[in-house]
Every structure is written in C-alpha cells, then in structure tokens.
C-alpha cells in the first residue's frame, strides 16, 4: 500500500466563488508509476531527452523544442496529427510576461466538455488563437471537424531547481467525478481573448476524496505528460480531465527555489 507523503494545503474554488484550503496526503507518483494507468488516472511520467535546451527562451521552445513535442505527442498517443500550442513559461514574477503565467494554485483541469465544440468552430473567440496554429502546422478546420477523436495532452517539466518552492500536484482522475467539478468561463488568458471554460475542482467532502500525487525532485530530462480533454472518453462516459494545482513544498530548503517549469501543449487529431 503507497504511504503517503506529508500533508500539504491544496486550495479550491467553490461554486460560488470562494476559496477553501484543505489538507491532502499526497502519494508518491514515483512509487505508484508501475501501477498508474494512463487511461485511467490520466498522467505519466516518462525520461524525454531534449539536445541543449533553452527553457527560458521562447523563441527556441517555440520554434525548436515544439518539434521535439509534436514527436513525442504522436509516439505516446498514436495520433495522425498533433498541433502543438507555444509554450508557457511559469516562474515567478521577475520571470513570467503574464501575472496568468505564474504558478496556479487552485485546483482544476484545462478544459471542459466545451473543448471539442469550441476547436470545431472557426467562429468561436478561440478561433483567434487557433487558427494561426492550424496554418502553420499545414492543418485547417475542415482537418478538425473530420477527426474521429480528439485529444489535449499537456506536457509539463520542472526546468529550475529539483526542489522548488511550488511543484505540481497532479491527482488521479478516477477519484476525482464529474459532480466535484463545477465550470468557469476564463474570458482572457495570458493577454490573448480566448473565451474558453474550465473545471474547478470542488472541496472534497471527506479529506481523501481525491488522490493527489506529486512526483518529487523531477530532473530537467523527465516529462509529465496528462490529459485535459479526450473526446473517446467523453463520449463513453469516462473522466476526461485531470485536475492539477501547484502547492507549497513544506520542505524548508525550497522556499529559496522559485519554480521554473514548462507546461507545452498538444491537440492531437485521430483519423480513425
């Protein structure tokens, strides 16, 4: 049985819009790796080699390193396409453009059962956003809307120090049902009018409702790879989302390590 690591406050958002911290035992995802199904719990952590990285430059991540992310999205999932979104820096604030690029620390998970209808149709406010990807990725609309399945994966690395002050907590989807999420609008996002909703996870009923992992002192060659939507699992009636939320490591020597991590996106497209 995994023994939990010490207790850390995870913070919610209410359906009204307050804020609750509660205390969470979080597992080990080291420990627990050989039995996580990706299926099922909606995250994985896999060693990802990438040649002299850059990881505060923008423009090598989003011209270079997006390369190494269409790969890797197209070898984990199978998929016939993947049209990567540029990446998100996160850090402090001396770091970070946006105050939305620093670390998020309220539970949730990207997308909502929104997610397809809104990538489907070039008239949504997202369409601002996307369409320049899907050009430059040799793609188009008529491409998306004749895909059998869509699928968002994030990748995410820690690319400062091992031990920082606000890692990633990541928990299992399976424990986590769709009557504990309740929907928000995120209107602007990072300086761009995107429009798009997103889950809020409720405050659990009882303090292990949800299992939460954290996989400690990630190496910048380690990559956690999860799902924020999966049009296959929607339609059957499966959890799509993958809540997540940074925390305050308890640990006394991370409090002079900010965070830096990378978060790259990929929407992956299936023919069939």
């Not at 409720?202 to 939460?212: F, S």
């Amino acid at each position: 049985m995994l023994q939990p690591l010490a207790p850390v406050q995870i913070h919610y958002a209410t359906p009204d819009g307050a804020l609750e911290s509660h205390s969470a035992a979080l597992l080990d995802g080291r420990a627990a790796l050989p039995t996580l199904e990706f299926a099922t719990t909606g995250f994985t952590l896999q060693r990802n080699l990438v040649n002299n990285p850059a990881w505060i430059d923008s423009n090598w991540i989003n011209d270079t390193h997006r390369h190494d992310i269409r790969k890797l999205a197209m070898q984990f999932s199978h998929c016939d396409e993947a049209i990567v979104y540029p990446g998100i820096i996160r850090g402090p604030k001396t770091l970070v453009v946006h105050d939305d690029h620093l670390p998020i620390q309220v539970a949730h998970s990207d997308f909502t059962d929104d997610f397809r209808p809104m990538v489907l149709n070039p008239s949504r406010d997202y369409a601002k956003f996307l369409s320049p990807l899907l050009a430059a990725a040799g793609s188009s609309y008529a491409r998306l809307n004749a895909a059998k399945r869509i699928l968002m994966l994030q990748f995410w690395r820690n690319t400062g120090a091992i031990n920082p002050d606000l890692p990633l907590a990541i928990a299992d989807a399976s424990s986590v049902p769709y009557s504990a999420l309740h929907r928000e609008t995120v209107a602007q996002y990072g300086g761009e009018t995107l429009e798009f909703e997103t889950f809020m996870v409720n405050p659990p009923a009882t303090p292990d409702a949800y299992r939460w992992h954290y996989f400690s002192k990630m190496q910048h060659d380690e990559v956690l790879i999860f799902r924020t939507y999966d049009s296959q699992l929607e339609e059957t009636g499966q959890p799509y989302w993958t809540p997540h939320c940074a925390f305050v490591n308890p640990d006394s020597e991370a409090s002079a390590q900010p965070r830096q991590s990378l978060e790259m996106r990929a929407l992956c497209l299936f023919d069939r």
